[in-house]
């Protein structure tokens, strides 16, 4: 058996931003509309830290409006929701993203709640949850968004083929599970009490791992010719033992890569995978919900 093909979430996420900063800049000249994203970051998490930089910094090459809010780590959750409540009301942000997780003093839930649905770009809003479930337009989840544009462009159509999805979370695993549903996928959702998961996972053509175990998933668990999309990030010691004593890690997802691609047809790698497709869907997404709110049509390309 060949070696799997390697799905190329970085290159496809820079096309995906590329096309998005053609969008964004018709929308400018012709309608001038500047899409405006809006991330709020309540304390110091450093992975948060991160991404949130980054998310700012691909919002503005993409020519879009980008404000961070980094609140201090004792921040009240009503002053969180006063804030939330002044960018629903702000006609320059069409999209609000609360980094999560949030510290323990403040309740996800009803915070994610205040969003105006319109502007909830993460998709997280019992709204936009419950619409994606009907199969009404909603915002939809930015990685299993991503993950579905992977899938589209590598395997094209996706009826009938058996989708196994593992994991269950509201943020990756349900949503993908409805997608999946959407594009006439069989879909199994296996979890941590699932029964015999390996040879659940043997019956994919699709095979989605969503769990947040280091290399839990093995090659022998894969069908031969499967597509693997590898949504993990999980911070394991560096290969090099002096280089892990030091404290250096590595980023690994939830399938042992290696024997997975001696078996798989194609495979998402672990960085480079879905990582960078989230934030390009970010991006997408505010796009999206700056046109809905001006009457304006989506622009084509950037989105399912
Ligand atoms: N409200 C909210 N929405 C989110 O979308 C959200 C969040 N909270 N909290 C944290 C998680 C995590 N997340 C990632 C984004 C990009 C990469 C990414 O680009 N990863 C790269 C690099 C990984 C690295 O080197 O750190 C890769 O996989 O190649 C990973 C993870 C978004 N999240």
């Known amino acids: ?68 809010h980094r609140l201090d780590a004792a921040t009240s959750q009503e002053d969180l929701l006063r804030l939330v409540n002044q960018l629903n009301n702000d006609p320059s942000i069409h999209g609000i993203l609360v980094q999560l997780p949030l510290p323990a003093h403040i309740d996800s839930q009803t915070v994610l709640a205040a969003i105006d649905p319109a502007k909830d770009v993460d998709g997280f809003h019992v709204i936009n949850a419950g619409r994606l479930s009907i199969g009404l337009p909603s915002q939809v989840p930015c990685t299993p968004l991503g993950c579905m544009l992977l899938l589209k462009d590598t395997v094209g159509d996706l009826r009938g083929l058996h989708a196994v999805v593992i994991g269950r979370s509201n943020i990756v695993g349900k949503p993908m599970a409805q997608l999946l549903l959407q594009a006439d996928c069989t879909v199994t959702i296996a979890h941590s009490r699932t029964r015999d998961l390996p040879a659940i996972c043997r019956e994919a053509d699709i095979l989605v791992a969503a769990v947040g175990r280091p290399e839990m998933v093995k090659g022998d668990w894969i069908k031969e010719g499967a597509v693997v999309i590898d949504v993990g990030v999980n911070r394991v010691p560096a290969r090099d033992p002096a280089a892990a004593a030091a404290g250096k890690t590595r980023i690994v997802g939830d399938v042992a890569y290696a024997e997975a691609a001696s078996v798989a047809g194609a495979i998402t790698p672990v960085p480079g995978g879905v990582g960078p497709m989230t934030i390009a869907c970010l991006l997408s997404n505010t796009v999206t919900a700056a046109c809905r709110a001006a009457g304006v049509p989506v622009p084509a390309g950037i989105g399912l």
């Not at 590329?18 to 405006?36: C, Y």
């Not at 709020?40 to 691909?58: H, M, N, T």
């Open 1 to 68: 058996m060949a070696e799997a093909r390697i799905i190329d979430g970085k290159g496809f996420a820079a096309g995906l931003r590329a096309r998005i900063a053609t969008a964004v800049d018709q929308l400018r000249t012709a309608h001038a509309l500047v899409p405006g994203l809006a991330v709020v970051l309540v304390g110091e998490d450093p992975a948060s830290a991160i991404y949130v930089r980054s998310k700012g910094e691909q919002t503005r090459e993409a020519g879009m409006h980008s404000v961070t």
